[in-house]
């Protein structure tokens, strides 16, 4: 007998609803096997990958130069839960946060919103199929308590001797360089020059009033107050060479201090021997030198290009006259308002950038290749030039260190350089960026705990526990509508939206 109209339309329908079922229980299972074998989203609860990766923390700029940097929240410092985020503005625990540029400290009764940390996403089972790269950012099992994931910065593979020695990575005796990208990221403000307070007669920069770190050195004449650009230095002194150099005992220091972390931890942090020194130079007029200067231990090193297009970098020590050590001549100096230049000394590295052009010299990978090893001397950082130039965009920073010592200086870690570490087969040594603040491979107290009441030695990510390679920050703390703090973060961040660079295969 043949069906009615109704009858079709009802098996249609069933048809219809059976096929939706079928189609949402297959997505359920390809998004349970994707997030199960491919790809899976975390959040980070912590500051220890800070400024890689943040934690929950407030974001800030600076009411004196406006400066834009983040202050890391810790929940316990407030009783609250670790994963706990208020939606009430909060005062800062324990003390204040301090502008990473300028040093301006913000008033104790100062509240802020809290944002919530990073979330990004894992590639999971990489790892299955090769060999994790140094300087990969990776998640892993802790292996104090595998129930709770970890994220840090693999720096030491398996059959390695690993040793910290003055912020730098030794493997096998050798200095370990960082790839590119990586050492990007990696690097961290000391100061900006376009960033000037607009109250610099106030007590609370460093704990006294403002003034411009970059100072003459005797008869130089750079002019650090322009009429036309206040955040840009001139000078006009033909024929003769002229120097600014950093004073650190004006500015902020150059150690390992790290704006998102409390500031009582300063006075005993360890100077940074690594940094890098950039500027725009305007080339337009008459320029006749235009060069950096930096130093260290012992040695100063001076990357300059004079008015015939020389570009060169030399060596010198308190006993002994300038060395070239690299040199190239250009066709012509670059013309522009804008001409980038920069000079960096990091991982034994010196590099000398002028637009498109650059020359470097590598000093080699031995502890002390870079010669008699001093602590506790701020590096020399100064600005050299001659003729007519306007440099604007000045910006100093120094390179992030892994230490061999306690927050506290109480007590030294595993792969300090006079207690080497060794890892064995399928173990791994991880670090945290935010190296102070970072409890990681040096400083696990107890042995991991492994299937069957298997233990693991104390300091190690056994390869078993790997879970996989961070690739992005799919979701970095949004803005709440209106600006209301009490409102769901909804507003996405774009800008901050980022792939996060880790090692390169056969780097190192």
Request: proline share 7%; glycine share 8%; aromatic share 12%.
């Amino acid at each position: 007998m043949a069906r009615t109209p109704q009858a079709k339309r009802s098996t249609q329908m069933a048809d219809t609803v059976a096929n939706t079922f079928e189609w949402l229980i297959t997505a359920f299972i390809l998004a349970f096997v994707f997030r199960a074998f491919v790809m899976e989203a975390f959040r980070i609860p912590t500051g220890s990958m800070a400024d890689t990766l943040k934690g929950a923390h407030f974001r800030l700029r600076c009411v004196e130069c406006g400066y834009r940097y983040d202050y890391g929240f810790v929940q316990r410092d407030y009783g609250f839960s670790e994963e706990f985020i208020p939606k009430n503005e909060q005062e800062f625990r324990p003390e204040p946060p301090r502008c990473p540029s300028c040093g301006y400290m913000l008033s104790s009764t100062t509240k802020s919103s809290v944002a919530s940390g990073d979330r990004i996403l894992v590639l999971k089972t990489l790892y299955q199929f090769r060999e994790p790269d140094r300087w990969d950012v990776v998640v892993f099992k802790n292996p104090e308590m595998p129930r709770i994931n970890f994220i840090k910065r693999l720096v030491g593979k398996p059959g390695e001797k690993i040793q910290i020695i003055d912020g730098d990575i030794y493997i096998n005796d050798k200095l370990v360089r960082k790839p590119p990208h990586v050492q990007d990221e990696l690097w961290m403000p000391v100061y900006n020059n376009d960033y000037r307070p607009v109250n610099p007669e106030q007590p609370y920069f460093n704990r006294h009033t403002w003034r411009q770190p970059f100072e003459n050195v005797g008869p130089s004449t750079w002019n650090f107050t322009s009429l036309t650009d206040p955040s840009a230095f001139t000078l006009d002194s033909p024929g003769k060479v002229s120097t600014a150099v950093y004073n650190s005992a004006v500015g902020n220091e150059i150690k390992a201090i790290y704006a998102y972390n409390a500031n009582f931890m300063n006075d005993i942090m360890p100077v940074v021997t690594d940094v890098k020194l950039t500027f725009s130079a305007d080339t337009t007029a008459s320029p006749g030198l235009i060069g950096i200067a930096i130093s260290k231990y012992e040695t100063l090193y001076k990357a300059t290009v004079d008015a015939n297009g020389l570009m060169s970098i030399t060596a010198s020590t308190a006993d002994s006259q300038p060395v070239t050590l690299a040199s190239t001549t250009l066709k012509s100096i670059p013309k522009g308002k804008f001409v980038p230049v920069s000079f960096s000394s990091v991982d034994h590295m010196l590099t000398f950038n002028l637009g498109d052009s650059s020359v470097s010299k590598d000093l080699g990978t031995d502890p002390n290749s870079a010669g008699k090893r001093v602590y506790g001397t701020a590096p020399y950082v100064g600005i050299l030039g001659s003729g007519k130039l306007t440099l604007s965009h000045i910006a100093l920073y120094r390179d992030t260190a892994y230490l061999d010592v306690s927050a506290y200086g109480r007590m030294r870690s595993r792969a300090s350089e006079k207690e080497a570490f060794m890892l064995g087969e399928d173990e791994f040594f991880v670090c945290g960026d935010n190296s102070p603040n970072s409890h990681d491979s040096r400083w696990w107290d107890n042995y991991g705990i492994g299937n069957n009441k298997q233990h693991y030695p104390k300091g190690i990510v056994p390869r078993d526990y790997l879970v996989g390679k961070a690739m992005f920050v799919y979701w970095p703390s949004g803005f709440s509508p209106f600006n209301n703090p009490r409102l769901p973060a909804l507003i996405p961040n774009f800008g901050a939206l980022r792939f996060i660079y880790g090692g390169v295969p056969g780097y190192n």
